[in-house]
């Protein structure tokens, strides 16, 4: 194991002490006098000795700037006398631990021993987790702009152990998103719960939650944990918050406020140390408006928000995500080398999504074990009931906040309003396709050219 250390110190005499005292136990030191110099290098080093007080700045922000760059790594703070306090700061801030000039040589050596030793029970750790979860790469892929900017938002927010709300239409890979500010937090050798709110009955929601005590209800003959207890020191992920009955949201807010909570049937006050990350695929604020989610919880939620795109505003990444689930396809199904055709590519990239990541997945799956030899095609991929499947599912996606709001006004015969705009905007698309000729774009509609030429004049198409 790398046995290296880093002194940030600008006392000379400390840094000598430190080398006399480690170096011939086989740790390698190297000493920077102030946080810029320091800081340059801190990606390289596991265990960090910061002093409190530096020529260039403050300690404690030094801290602050490893925990967002290394967040791995782990800082044992350095304090003169009188300067205990802020030590004790340090240590809510994420220290490791902290040693008093002048130093104990024994103490000095114990500390750092038992750093390394915590450090190699972390990597052993981390290596089983990802070893039982090798067969669910949980990777991110996307060059989008919208997606590089996800990805800052992921970068800035994991470490910082706060509330998030994730949002984003269905399919979008909000669990991804959450795996990844897990994976990336102080929290990732904690367990990491996924819990989707809307397919667990709004009765026995606490219950998953929170646990119960025995006779709680119907059913209940033992004391059982719940899921906030199983994730202590780690993260939950509610997906779909906004389906949450309101009285759990109440006491969700309060565990989220004093980190306690009472079993179902109990009045035990029971702490827990778990980073809530909640996803929701409505508008939240309109749930706030509709009293459906307390206002209260939802700013407590959006302390920050990252907002998933959906696949037709990153079409540059649709391509990379295509070979990626086709290669995991090849792979998990035991299926000979496959590729797409030009024609597949080019349907692949034309086509909405209106599944998102999740429809293009599933459909990657689905030709690779159903196409013939070694190049998948356009049939492979949309079959005519596959298309037309995803057509509803697209046109009712695109309806629903519409017919929201038109549900509100009297008399806005939606029938004739939304018939004849899809009306217009299909045989505007056809037209186009076909370059104006009448005689193409009504045989691809299934129609007379007589109604084509009738719609186009009272759609004044031409």
């Known amino acids: 194991m790398n046995r290296k250390i880093l002194v940030i110190d600008d006392d000379e005499s400390v840094i000598w002490v430190i080398r006399k005292a480690l170096e011939p136990l086989g740790y390698e030191i190297e000493a920077k006098t102030n946080i810029r110099s320091g800081v340059k290098v801190i990606d390289k080093f596991k265990l960090i000795l910061l002093d409190l007080m530096l020529p260039d700045g403050s300690g404690m922000d030094a801290l602050k700037e ?8 782990l800082v044992v703070m350095v304090t003169a006398h009188g300067r205990m306090e802020s030590a004790i700061d340090a240590m809510k801030e994420g220290a490791y631990d902290y040693l008093e000039k002048p130093f104990d040589i024994e103490e000095l050596k114990i500390t750092v021993e038992k750093a390394f030793r915590d450090i190699a029970m972390r990597e052993e750790l981390l290596k089983l987790r990802q070893n039982k979860e090798e067969v669910l ?9 919208g997606m590089l900017k996800v990805f800052k938002e992921i970068g800035r927010a994991a470490p910082k152990d706060v509330t998030i709300l994730i949002s984003g239409e269905s399919g979008t890979g909000k669990e991804l998103v959450a795996r990844a500010i897990h994976n990336n937090s102080r ?3 904690g367990p990491f719960i996924a819990i989707n709110s809307a397919s667990i009955p709004k009765e026995l929601m606490e219950a998953e939650l929170f646990g ?7 059913g209940a003959v033992g004391k059982t944990a719940g899921k906030v207890q199983a994730a202590d020191g780690g993260t939950i992920f509610l997906d779909e918050i906004s389906e949450l009955d309101i009285d759990l949201q109440a006491k969700l807010l ?7 909570y009472s079993p179902l049937g109990s009045n035990k006050i029971i702490k827990a140390d778990v980073r809530i990350i909640g996803a929701t695929n409505k508008d939240l604020m309109e749930c706030v408006k509709n009293n459906l989610f307390r206002e209260d919880l939802y700013y407590r939620f959006n302390v920050i928000e990252i907002k998933l795109p959906p696949l037709r505003e990153r079409k540059e990444d649709i391509l990379s995500l295509a070979q990626h689930f086709l290669a ?7 299926l000979q080398p496959k590729d797409f055709s030009r024609d597949a590519v080019k349907a692949l990239t034309e086509y909405n999504w209106p599944g998102n990541v ?4 599933n459909t990657i799956k689905r030709a690779a074990i159903l196409s013939k030899g070694s190049l998948i095609e356009r049939r492979d991929l949309f079959s005519n009931d596959y298309t037309l499947c995803s057509i509803k599912e697209f046109l009712e996606g695109k309806l629903n906040g519409f017919l929201n709001k038109m549900a509100k006004i009297e008399n806005s ?10 009306e217009k905007a299909l045989f505007s698309i056809v037209l186009k396709e076909t370059n104006g000729n009448q005689v193409r774009a009504a045989k691809m509609l299934g129609i007379s050219r007589n109604t084509l030429n009738k719609k186009v004049k009272e759609y004044k198409l031409i």
């Open 187 to 189: 929290r990732k050798f």
């Open 254 to 260: 309060r565990f989220l406020q004093e980190q306690e």
């Open 137 to 145: 790469p949980f990777q991110i892929i996307g060059k989008s702009k």
């Open 413 to 422: 015969n939606l029938y004739e309003a939304v018939v004849s705009e899809v």
């Open 212 to 218: 119960w005590e025995k006779g709680a209800f119907t």
């Open 66 to 73: 490893i925990r967002v760059f290394n967040p791995d790594a």
């Open 328 to 334: 995991e396809s090849i792979r998990t199904f035991e």
């Open 358 to 361: 999740r429809e293009l997945e």
